[in-house]
């Protein structure tokens, strides 16, 4: 008598808001990835060489949030700022302090950053504002880290405003982008992706030990929940004598590693599912959106 076993089902992800949103939350919170046992996730590497892929085990990307506060004075003429409170010099004095909170209170050993890259205040040369609006981000590894950072990133911006006679207010936005928690792969899963990266595109062309980058992604999302593997492929330009960064608007995807990507993702959903055929409940196995 032939005996059979159920393989387990390959779920598709076709997700929205993957680059701000945290769509990745909107598809757990909907109940699409009930009974999932294991989740993969692909992006490109336009540094990479085509046929080529990389990842690590642990940590792989930071967590990450952004923050937005204003800081109120007092407006006037410029000639006669004692009659203000100038809060583009409490903004300034704001954003040197903030810097300081990873250069003198971090782990130099525990990457972390604090980025301010929004300004904005006044409209006219001889006119102080009432009001400045400053924005950014900030990025670290480890949970315990990332809050700490949130605590004194609005501690930093009221105590400093204060010096300066102005009143501030902190926002982290988190209703419109929320938290994203940092990228860790599972390391059963990274045995398991190593094992078919290189029987598939040869010892060569696997790195195995990539250097993590403090960029975000909200697959970190999904790992939460599911035990997930996220790596990236290959898709280097060989024209391009260096390779432009994933947002710029001169970015060039050399489409021939998309095979290679859809070929090893392919792989790595089968592969488990034979390898776990006698234990999987039902559902199994899954992609990410980025293929």
């Not at 089902?9 to 757990?28: D, M």
């Not at 982008?177 to 899963?189: A, Q, R």
């Not at 390779?243 to 001169?250: K, R, T, V």
Request: proline letters at 5%.
């Amino acid at each position: 008598m032939k005996k059979t076993y159920n393989k387990g089902t390959v779920v598709l992800v076709f997700q929205p808001a993957e680059e701000g949103g945290a769509g990745a939350k909107k598809i757990l919170d909907a109940g699409a990835l009930e009974n999932v046992t294991a989740i993969f996730g692909l992006h490109i590497d336009p540094a990479l060489p085509i046929g080529e892929v990389a990842s690590r085990s642990g940590p792989i990307m930071a967590g990450s949030g952004f923050f937005e506060a204003k800081i109120s004075g007092k407006g006037g003429h410029a000639a006669i700022p004692q009659q203000s409170i100038d809060p583009i010099l409490a903004a300034s004095n704001v954003i040197i302090s903030l810097q300081q909170i990873v250069s003198r209170e971090a782990d130099p050993l525990d990457s972390q950053v604090v980025t301010i890259a929004k300004f904005e205040g006044g409209s006219a040369f001889n006119v102080i504002p009432d009001y400045v609006t400053i924005g950014g981000t900030f990025r670290a590894f480890s949970k315990q880290s990332f809050n700490q950072l949130r605590q004194r990133i609005e501690q930093v911006i009221i105590g400093q405003a204060a010096v300066q006679r102005c009143n501030a207010t902190v926002d982290f936005l988190e209703e419109w982008e929320p938290f994203n928690p940092p990228t860790v792969n599972n390391g059963e899963l990274h045995e398991h992706f190593v094992n078919v990266a290189v029987n598939m595109f040869g010892i060569d062309k696997v790195n195995s030990v990539m250097t993590p980058s403090m960029g975000a992604e909200d697959f970190s999302f999904y790992q939460e929940v599911i035990p997930g593997y996220f790596f990236f492929l290959g898709v280097k330009n060989a024209s391009d004598k260096q390779a432009e960064s994933f947002h710029s608007p001169y970015l060039k995807i050399n489409e021939d590693g998309l095979p290679y990507g859809a070929a090893l993702h392919a792989s790595l959903a089968a592969s488990y599912l034979l390898k776990h055929e006698h234990d999987v409940p039902g559902v199994e196995g899954k992609y990410h959106d980025e293929l």
